[in-house]
């Protein structure tokens, strides 16, 4: 069982990236996906999750700039970031909780990707 999380990049301030989290050897749809962020020098912090309810959470950050939002044909969960700054540079991990429930905290999700760079310039 494998996350792969791709998608991220370098952008301008103001840009957008999508961030893609891909499930291998697992059907995810049942899982709760959370993505979460860790920017140099800082603890990782949740970012955006859904459960495998549908229902989602979004940080204070994240509220009305990313999206998040899953495609259960494909295996993936996406978050769709518009309105960078720079103070959303970070390595982002997707990660799942196969209890499908949705946790606020990193050490009840049972498997995580890789983490891939956003770096947001001014």
């Known amino acids: 069982v494998q996350l792969q999380a791709s998608g991220g990049g370098l952008v301008q301030a103001g840009g957008s990236l999508r961030l893609s989290c891909a499930a291998s050897?697992?059907?995810?749809?049942?899982?709760?996906v959370g993505w979460f962020r860790q920017a140099p020098g800082k603890e990782r912090e949740l970012v955006a999750l859904?459960?495998?309810?549908?229902?989602?959470y979004y940080a204070d950050s994240a509220k009305g700039r990313f999206t998040i939002s899953r495609d259960n044909v494909k295996n993936t969960v996406y978050l769709q970031m518009n309105s960078l700054k720079p103070e959303d540079t970070a390595v982002y991990y997707c990660?799942?909780?196969?209890?499908?429930?949705?946790?606020?905290?990193?050490?009840?999700?049972?498997?995580w990707g890789q983490g891939t760079l956003v770096t947001v310039s001014s």
């Open positions: 050897g697992r059907t995810f749809s049942s899982d709760a």
């Open positions: 859904i459960n495998s309810g549908g229902s989602i």
């Open positions: 990660a799942a909780d196969f209890s499908g429930s949705g946790s606020h905290y990193e050490y009840e999700y049972d498997i």
